[in-house]
């Protein structure tokens, strides 16, 4: 029994210096925006949001690569900043908001991608539907403290995908040529964190 404990203590011991170098972050939505565009009528780009969402950032400062992330988004907080549009992309049409009420996700994988630059590979939850997606991340920012107290840090992710790979297929000819929506959809990602 005396064996098990010192191994126990030992175990313990040498993990420590590991979960020193590693602090949980929360993200902030209030100084945090989940955008993206689209191409409308092939001629221009419709902007959105997510206005309501949460996660966490485990960054390990010592080894970066071993960090964590976990977002989840509500899908019925979308906004275009046209009511009509926004009840149509949280119809059965598109994101299916009563079925799909959040898209979350999460990381599989951190690797370094220049100076500040890393490329964060996760699994995207999106209507039902799982796929890997790469988000080129800028950050995270240095720490710096508001005047609550509050430690924090930011960064900057942005990523590509396919709506129809998650099955949104909604569509409409044009006449002209080409589709009323575009199926490639950008993300972009400002985010800041609190240090719990």
Do not use: Y
Request: charged content about 30%; overall charge positive; cysteine-free.
């Amino acid at each position: 029994m005396k064996r098990f404990i010192v191994a126990t203590l030992t175990i313990f011991a040498l993990a420590l210096p590991a979960l020193a170098t590693a602090a949980t972050w929360t993200i902030d939505p209030d100084h945090s925006n989940i955008g993206f565009k689209v191409k409308h009528l092939m001629v221009s780009n419709v902007k959105g949001n997510f206005e309501k969402h949460n996660g966490t950032v485990d960054i390990n400062d010592k080894d970066i690569t071993k960090s964590k992330v976990e977002v989840t988004i509500d899908t019925n907080s979308i906004n275009t900043g046209v009511q009509k549009r926004d009840e149509h992309l949280r119809s059965a049409d598109f994101f299916d908001v009563a079925k799909f009420p959040t898209m979350t996700f999460v990381s599989k994988k951190v690797a370094k991608a220049g100076k500040d630059k890393l490329k964060v590979t996760g699994d995207l939850t999106l209507h039902g539907v799982t796929k890997e997606v790469v988000l080129k991340v800028e950050g995270p920012s240095k720490e710096s403290k508001d005047p609550w107290g509050n430690i924090r840090k930011g960064a900057t992710a942005t990523a590509t995908i396919n709506r129809k790979d998650f099955g949104l297929n909604w569509n409409k000819a044009l006449e002209t040529g080409g589709v009323l929506v575009g199926e490639e959809i950008a993300i972009n990602l400002e985010i800041e964190m609190i240090k719990k």
